[in-house]
């Protein structure tokens, strides 16, 4: 479960990034200068990482550390994986 604190700024984040991909797409069709379409891509790209260090930060102190206290060695262990998982996509 997200706290709301934490489900407000990741809302207004993919709003801002919502926005920012219009823009973008608008200036590929104008044939906007590469560089100044890459910088708002690479804003759009820092605004979905933020996003998810909020979300992750959320997991490891919400549902991974009540995985870890339990004494489930099998849910311990899919918590792990995901973590793995989703990290290594980060990662790519």
């Known amino acids: 479960m997200?706290?709301?604190?934490k489900k407000k700024k990741i809302r207004i984040g993919f709003k801002k990034v919502s926005g920012l991909l219009l823009k973008i797409s608008a200036m590929v069709?104008?044939?906007?200068?590469?560089?100044?379409?890459?910088?708002?891509?690479l804003a759009a790209i820092g605004l979905l990482r933020s996003a998810h260090e909020?979300?992750?930060?959320?997991?490891?102190?919400?549902?991974?550390k009540s995985a870890?206290?339990?004494?489930n060695e099998k849910r311990k262990q899919q918590m792990i994986k995901e973590i793995l998982k989703v990290i290594n996509l980060y990662n790519k």
């Open 2 to 5: 997200i706290a709301e604190d």
């Open 29 to 41: 069709e104008k044939d906007c200068y590469c560089i100044d379409v890459m910088q708002q891509n």
């Open 54 to 64: 909020v979300l992750m930060e959320n997991h490891l102190n919400t549902c991974f």
């Open 68 to 71: 870890m206290s339990s004494k």
